[in-house]
């Protein structure tokens, strides 16, 4: 170190121009009357952050200057300010050039950040300030012992958890309730809910997610191709967002805040099974039209893009990209636009490691006026995040009962519009992400949505519960037996089928 803390103080720190207005609005929104004051609500939001700020140019336009004093304060509360700065960095040669340099950088990114929060949060302050609260405890999860590699296991329930298969839930023949476990020995904590427009399948989700969510503290991330199963009333009332404490957000208008091409380490065989995951998500693209010369380029290029840059970001994919083709004197083709498609808006922005983000719940909207592309690698990424997460931790802890811890349940509405893509990371999550506390259910309009699958879900699946639909009868008599014609359902009734049932039965779930 070749400076004194009484050189800090007296040093004058600045950001760029833009960022200097924008801290400028933020006192106007936030009411205060000094300047340092949303400078360190920033630089404390950007050190939330794990990974490093981008230093700013130094042939940048630089705003308005203030002191070392006013910014940190003196004594030991500078002190602290710096000690969080260096060893966020992490670098061990400073000198007083390179603070002012980290500090610009740090506050630049921060202002952003709250930018992004106060959209997020509808330009209501008491919204804005739950978020920055959320928003401050994931570094200290983090801290806790909730990266990868720890040794340490993530949250998770205890105890039995036995819900009811609706609002009501009740045998028709008989009239005794009908309830599904999820998580004692033998069980499976996966579900799939079909049913025509209007049959109730989502109330009956919901319903369901409400007794799970009563049992266990889990998060939850939902996946809303409608647009309306955050507040939708035909839940019976029960809106996830308020059930969950749910963050509602909609790329690209609110891009999901996770990093989302993270890796849990650099070495050679880590970033090859990272690129060749990527490449699988992007080839599901229906536009990319991967031959393999083109397979090989994308792969090579996702290399390039995880190796170079940290955090790896969708536009650092499609300048490898374009650099690949280039070098290989390749003529732009469907991949090319496929990478250019998705980087039109900003779908994700690396905010929160993998762990941070699936220890929140979260309901992203992909509504139809979504761009198909935006949508499909919205899904793609985050489900590939989300298995490389949940199937890395050490197995759900199992109590004196039995049961296996829940750590976070996968919600997919209208999962038509992904089955039959054939998704790795749905397969393994189905497949293999009981043992490791995640459940995943899949609401969906008829029996035949699962027929394209590779997998057989539905064998894997701990509930079954079909609605009204005209569909033809062949799967659903595959799945629930033959006695079971979904065309005859009234409202409210479901054909209800649990593993280790030697048939399905006629239940009232709401009315």
């Known amino acids: 170190m070749t400076f004194t803390l009484v050189e800090i103080a007296g040093a004058n720190f600045r950001t760029d121009e833009e960022s200097d207005d924008l801290n400028t609005d933020f006192m106007k929104r936030l009411g205060m009357k000094k300047r340092y004051l949303p400078a360190r609500l920033a630089i404390s939001r950007s050190l939330g952050v794990q990974s490093k700020p981008s230093l700013i140019e130094a042939e940048a336009d630089w705003g308005k200057s203030i002191k070392g004093d006013t910014l940190f304060g003196t004594g030991s509360t500078l002190s602290c300010w710096l000690a969080m700065l260096i060893q966020h960095y992490g670098d061990i040669d400073y000198d007083l050039r390179k603070v002012n340099s980290l500090v610009a950088a740090h506050w630049k990114r921060g202002l952003h950040l709250l930018d992004g929060d106060w959209k997020q949060a509808d330009e209501d302050l008491s919204k804005f300030v739950r978020r920055l609260v959320e928003q401050a405890d994931l570094p200290l999860l983090a801290r806790a012992g909730l990266r990868h590699g720890t040794g340490s296991t993530a949250f998770s329930s205890s105890g039995v958890i036995t819900v009811p298969v609706g609002e009501i839930s009740k045998e028709i023949s008989s009239g005794n309730g009908v309830e599904w476990t999820l998580n004692s020995s033998g069980c499976s904590p996966h579900s799939a809910i079909m049913g025509g427009v209007g049959s109730g399948k989502t109330r009956t989700a919901v319903a369901i997610l409400k007794s799970i969510r009563a049992k266990a503290d889990v998060p939850i991330i939902a996946f809303d191709f409608k647009g309306d199963l955050a507040t939708d009333d035909a839940g019976g009332g029960y809106h996830l967002e308020e059930l969950f404490g749910a963050t509602v957000i909609e790329p690209p208008r609110t891009p999901v805040p996770l990093d989302v091409l993270a890796l849990k380490s650099r070495e050679k065989i880590e970033l090859s099974e990272a690129a060749s995951r990527f490449r699988e998500s992007f080839s599901r693209l229906k536009s990319a039209r991967l031959g393999d010369k083109q397979r090989d380029a994308v792969y090579e290029?996702?290399?390039?893009?995880?190796?170079?840059?940290?955090?790896?970001?969708?536009?650092?994919?499609?300048?490898?990209?374009?650099?690949?083709?280039?070098?290989?004197?390749?003529?732009?083709?469907?991949?090319?636009?496929?990478?250019?498609?998705?980087?039109?808006?900003?779908?994700?922005?690396?905010?929160?490691?993998?762990?941070?983000?699936?220890?929140?719940?979260?309901?992203?909207?992909?509504?139809?006026?979504?761009?198909?592309?935006?949508?499909?690698?919205?899904?793609?990424?985050?489900?590939?995040?989300?298995?490389?997460?949940?199937?890395?931790?050490?197995?759900?802890?199992?109590?004196?009962?039995?049961?296996?811890?829940?750590?976070?349940?996968?919600?997919?509405?209208?999962?038509?519009?992904?089955?039959?893509?054939?998704?790795?990371?749905?397969?393994?999550?189905?497949?293999?992400?009981?043992?490791?506390?995640?459940?995943?259910?899949?609401?969906?309009?008829?029996?035949?949505?699962?027929?394209?699958?590779?997998?057989?879900?539905?064998?894997?699946?701990?509930?079954?519960?079909?609605?009204?639909?005209?569909?033809?009868?062949?799967?659903?008599?595959?799945?629930?037996?033959?006695?079971?014609?979904?065309?005859?359902?009234?409202?409210?009734?479901?054909?209800?089928?649990?593993?280790?049932?030697?048939?399905?039965?006629?239940?009232q779930s709401w009315e």
């Open 301 to 507: 290029a996702a290399v390039g893009a995880l190796q170079e840059s940290a955090p790896c970001e969708l536009a650092d994919f499609l300048e490898q990209l374009v650099q690949v083709y280039a070098e290989r004197e390749m003529k732009e083709d469907g991949a090319i636009s496929a990478a250019r498609e998705i980087c039109r808006f900003p779908l994700f922005t690396p905010t929160l490691s993998p762990e941070a983000f699936f220890q929140k719940s979260w309901i992203i909207k992909l509504p139809p006026n979504v761009v198909e592309e935006s949508r499909s690698i919205v899904v793609n990424l985050i489900l590939d995040a989300l298995d490389q997460y949940l199937n890395s931790l050490p197995d759900s802890p199992v109590g004196a009962d039995g049961s296996r811890g829940l750590r976070l349940v996968c919600v997919i509405d209208e999962a038509h519009r992904i089955l039959g893509n054939n998704l790795p990371s749905l397969a393994n999550l189905v497949r293999m992400s009981r043992s490791k506390g995640g459940a995943v259910m899949l609401i969906s309009q008829s029996p035949d949505d699962f027929s394209g699958e590779d997998d057989d879900f539905l064998s894997e699946m701990g509930l079954v519960a079909a609605f009204s639909t005209n569909a033809p009868p062949r799967n659903a008599t595959r799945i629930l037996g033959k006695s079971a014609n979904l065309a005859t359902l009234s409202t409210g009734q479901s054909y209800v089928k649990r593993r280790g049932d030697q048939a399905a039965r006629k239940v």
